[in-house]
């Protein structure tokens, strides 16, 4: 299986909360999140991961140079307008790639799930892409996702017009019909992983929602604290 990490944000809200180091180095339990990232991604048999950062990352791009001895990680140093263009730079450097799975670098979830998932998205042949739902809503700005009966995504918004439980977890399971749209997406001016996801049900893409018990964002200082205890033993199931 092929990873890719989107890492090349400034993390600007955890900085002006006091937090000095690239977001990706925030630690849960004392393992930094791109760690875990890259750990929970070994355990499900990858391949490759591609992990994109930003031109001002130098104590991570050492960091990660550090781990790429021992992990088969590939690190694109690049700053980008948005996260659709982060996807693009990390794609565009293998053009053969026929499945990949694509995080942000705060998304936190439990293993076992996101290994069920990835399991789900290898065996279902059927699909073009998987997208990780949650119910769990702690967002500034949440993208809802409607589906139909048989977990088939039909739209994403901005506002949940339609009612939806379910909103993005910031995972995404792509085939090659999907790849193929980053490209076009990008070249059409489109930026933000919303629009690029709104595009591909334009482009007739089949998308398939797989709902997780919990994802938590770690956008603010405070976020730390609720994702810890969400991973504490306390919370296992």
Request: net charge negative.
């Amino acid at each position: 299986m092929n990873y890719a990490i989107i890492a090349a944000g400034e993390g600007s809200r955890l900085a002006k909360e006091g937090f000095k180091l690239p977001k990706p180095m925030v630690s849960l339990y004392g393992e930094m999140l791109i760690d875990r990232l890259i750990g929970i991604f070994m355990r499900n048999n990858a391949q490759r991961i591609k992990i994109i950062i930003n031109e001002e990352s130098e104590t991570l791009e050492s960091h990660l140079t550090e781990l790429s001895r021992t992990f088969p990680i590939d690190i694109i140093k690049k700053s980008t307008p948005s996260s659709l263009h982060s996807v693009y730079e990390l794609l565009r450097t293998d053009p053969e790639l026929d499945s990949v799975c694509l995080t942000t670098t705060d998304t936190v979830f439990k293993e076992e799930e996101f290994s069920e998932f990835i399991a789900y998205f290898q065996e279902n042949s059927s699909i073009d892409g998987l997208m990780a739902v949650t119910s769990f809503i702690d967002d500034e700005s949440p993208l809802y996702v409607t589906v139909n009966e048989q977990n088939e995504i039909t739209a994403f918004t901005d506002q949940n017009v339609t009612q939806t439980p379910f909103v993005s977890g910031g995972i995404y399971c792509l085939k090659k019909n999907a790849i193929a749209v980053v490209d076009k997406a990008v070249k059409n001016g489109t930026s933000r992983m919303r629009n690029f996801q709104r595009q591909l049900l334009e482009n007739g893409v089949r998308l398939e929602a797989y709902p997780f018990s919990k994802i938590v964002d770690v956008d603010h200082v405070s976020d730390i604290r609720t994702a810890e205890l969400f991973l504490s033993p306390e919370n296992a199931y």
